[in-house]
């Protein structure tokens, strides 16, 4: 192959977050500017990652592409991943402009191929773990210097929540003051080596019709709902302060009661739009209950919901206590798959009490599948690519 002709490769793997104080309201729709910082959990990659390589060479021909899950993508109509693209490729122009011995892989096609481990469909923040896939691998391939703090700058012009998923463990991003955005971007609160004990629960629920997009949802509730303004001034910033020190701490008390109230804040400003937003089900608030159950027996917190922009729950709870929070799920969902993920060894039935009879059947009714997961690291460089040799799509893994 000549040397013009070359296929330069770079693959990542990267994480899903989820947030415990939610980022839900934009000040600047453009540059993806949030109305006030969030604060996420990153989630094991054994359980849910993406993959993604990306390829260039100037023996491609035609636009930039992108293949997820063996579907074509339209990324040429996607305004937020042709911001990352063209930020991406500014910074490999920099560096060429340096240095003349680097190959212009700033000026060659990029083909990108993405595969997630999780059905995309469940719902399951795949738009973080995407785009931080994206940025990362691209970073990679064009050998960029940037720290994942740089990095997220890109990457939340994608998807806000993605810029979180750039590191691992504890990961705040910084909603920043600036006009521009600069100051906008993530900053890890504390490594998974800090409180590796945490676990994560997520209940798959199926919905009956698909909710409010996120991008639109937020739109409705900035303009709209009466709660929200003292949500981004007073009470978030507030959660921000209280639960970093419980992290710090490792306090679950009041990491768990703040990571509730934030879900139940964030969802109270949805219902207060208009026209109101719904995410939440039965089947969430049965999970609800049964979370509250466990609390009011333990006699403290032990387990924390939080819900995103649809009904799955997910539920953090420390090692210690896997019988009597993930326990209590598994004696009622024991036919459910997914009890064999990363910490089931963990998991016993409990006798600590059963739950109350509409909460079971409608848990039981509800949830089609169960994630047994915990905190994870940033994302990971890997040898294994989606792209071939001759620059085919690999496919499948
Ligand atoms: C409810 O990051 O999907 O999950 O920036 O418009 O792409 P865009 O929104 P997105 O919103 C996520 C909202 C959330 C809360 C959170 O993750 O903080």
Known sequence: MSADSQIYRASTTAPVNIAVIKYWGKRDTALN????????????????????????????????????NGEEEDIQSSKRTQACLK????????????????????SFPLRLVSSN??????????SAAGFAALVRAIADLYELPQSPEQLSLIARQGSGSACRSLQGGFVAWRAGTEADGSDSKSQEVAPVEHWPTMRALILVVSAEKKGVPSTAGMQTTVETSTLAPA????????????????I????????????MQDSNSFHAICLDSWPPIHYLNDVSRAAMNAVETANRKAGKIIAAYTFDAG?????????????????????????VSGWE??????????????????????????????????????????????????GQPVSSE
């Open 231 to 246: 949500r981004f001034t007073e009470i978030v910033p507030r959660r921000m302060k209280e639960i970093e020190k419980a």
């Open 87 to 106: 930020h991406l490729r500014s910074l490999r122009a920099e560096l060429e402009d340096k240095d003349s011995s680097l190959p212009k892989l700033s």
């Open 341 to 390: 993920g990363e910490f089931s060894d963990e998991i016993r039935p409990n006798e600590y009490g059963s739950l109350e009879q509409k909460t079971l059947m409608t848990l039981k009714s509800g949830v089609s599948r169960v994630i047994c997961t915990g905190i994870g690291g940033g994302p990971e460089k890997i040898d294994r690519h989606l792209v071939d040799e001759h």
């Open 117 to 126: 481990n999780f059905p995309t469909a469940a719902g399951l923040a795949s």
């Open 248 to 259: 710090q701490e490792k306090d679950f008390e009041t990491f768990g009661r703040i990571t």
């Open 311 to 335: 009904p799955n729950a997910v539920i953090y709870y420390e090692k210690e206590n896997a019988h009597l929070v993930a326990g209590v799920f598994k004696n009622v969902l024991a036919r």
């Open 33 to 68: 500017l949030p109305t006030n910082s969030s604060l996420s959990v990153t989630l094991s990659q054994k359980s849910l990652r993406t993959h993604t390589t990306a390829s260039a060479s100037s023996s491609y021909s035609g636009q930039d592409s992108l293949i997820l």
